[in-house]
């Protein structure tokens, strides 16, 4: 099936620092959405992206819908404690639910 | 403020025993699914509803039954629960499929012993 590959696996930062993530797949994809999850909690949709090219941001965060539409890319800036959690992308692989990525783990250190 | 809740919430359970997660949602969406998420693997689809009596199997269907009763509820059933279905499962509930905005439930914590 439809597989989402992201990097990096974890990632451990100084509070203040900024943080970047992508995501890449081997086929195209028309849409690419960005997930974060809280510990002990569920997924909660932060960005969504729509075409090619695409620049969306949510606050401090910003994704970048690549021009291949193969990859996607999350970035964090000036991060504080509340921003650790996975990170996932998704996408639809046709008229089937949503494949996720294997996720992003982030750490802040104070 | 959660149109979706997962029961239970914790269940610790033996190796052969039938197990039973409930979601509920209150949104009246017609989709709804189940993922698993284990440590390296991320979040991995199980089963989904695209409405009453109609379900589809996943990625990781194997040792999982699911049924769909009424709009409102999905239930995930593991017939005979072994170790490596040890896992946090999560509901999902979307408008349409695939979807953009999937809902999540707060997810169940599953341990077969």
């Known amino acids: 099936g439809q597989q989402l590959n992201q990097s990096p696996q974890s990632m451990f930062i100084q509070e203040g620092e900024d943080v970047s993530m992508n995501c890449t797949s081997s086929s195209i994809f028309n849409t690419w959405l960005w997930y974060k999850q809280d510990p002990g909690e569920g997924p909660v949709l932060l960005i969504a992206l729509y075409k090619a090219g695409e620049l969306t941001s949510n606050g401090r965060l910003t994704a970048q819908f690549g021009t291949t539409r193969k990859d996607s890319f999350l970035n964090i800036s000036a991060s504080i404690p509340s921003d650790v959690g996975i990170y996932f992308c998704?996408?639809?692989?046709?008229?089937?639910?949503?494949?996720f990525g294997k996720g992003t783990r982030l750490s802040v250190i104070a | 403020d959660a149109g979706i809740t997962q029961s239970p919430r914790h269940k610790v359970t033996e190796t052969g025993t039938p197990v039973t997660l409930r979601c509920h949602q209150t949104e009246n969406h017609r989709y709804m699914y189940w993922y698993r998420q284990d440590p390296g693997h991320g979040l991995r689809l199980i089963h989904y509803s695209y409405g009453v009596k109609d379900t589809d199997k996943g990625e990781v269907s194997d040792g999982y039954s699911v049924s769909r009763s009424k709009t409102e509820d999905f239930l995930l059933t593991l017939e005979s629960a072994t170790s490596s279905q040890t896992s946090v499962y999560f509901c999902?509930?979307?408008?349409?499929?695939?979807?953009?905005?999937?809902?999540f439930g707060s997810g169940t914590r599953l341990t077969v012993v």
């Open positions: 998704a996408g639809p692989s046709g008229n089937t639910p949503l494949v």
């Open positions: 999902a509930i979307s408008e349409s499929m695939p979807g953009l905005g999937y809902t």
